[in-house]
Nanobody
Framework: EVQLVESGGGLAQAGGSLRLSCAAS????????IGWFRQAPGKEREGVSC????????YYKYSVKGRFTISSDNTKSTVWLQMTGLKPEDTAVYYC?????????WGQGTQVTVAS
């Protein structure tokens, strides 16, 4: 059974930091692109950052570059998203994602709220 279990969301003040974790199981972690999407109220889900398990190639949405850092430990099948310099516009439900070709898996989501 495939599982993506997120943790680490919560409330932060503007300028603060949070660290999200995603523990994966049930598939070959190294073969997948793992990452984070987010969805704010009334908005579409958008990609934030991802990392390819095979060679650690990373991608960041332009608005989070320099503030967020994605990392992974293939031995633990875990991905982290370190978020610093948080802004109120970062408020959203953050979803862990794993994908390869047409196969996609999603976590249940974790709420991140940034107070101004």
């Amino acid at each position: 059974e495939v599982q993506l279990v997120e943790s680490g969301g919560g409330l932060a003040q503007a300028g603060g930091s949070l660290r999200l974790s995603c523990a994966a199981s049930g598939f070959t972690f190294d073969d997948y692109t793992i990452g984070w999407f987010r969805q704010a109220p009334g908005k579409e889900r958008e990609g934030v950052s991802c990392i390819y398990g095979g060679d650690n190639t990373t991608y960041y949405k332009y608005s989070v570059k320099g503030r967020f850092t994605i990392s992974s430990d293939n031995t633990k099948s875990t991905v982290w998203l370190q978020m610093t310099g948080l802004k109120p516009e970062d408020t959203a439900v953050y979803y862990c994602y794993a994908g390869i070709s047409s196969t996609n898996y999603w976590g249940q989501g974790t709420q991140v709220t940034v107070a101004s």
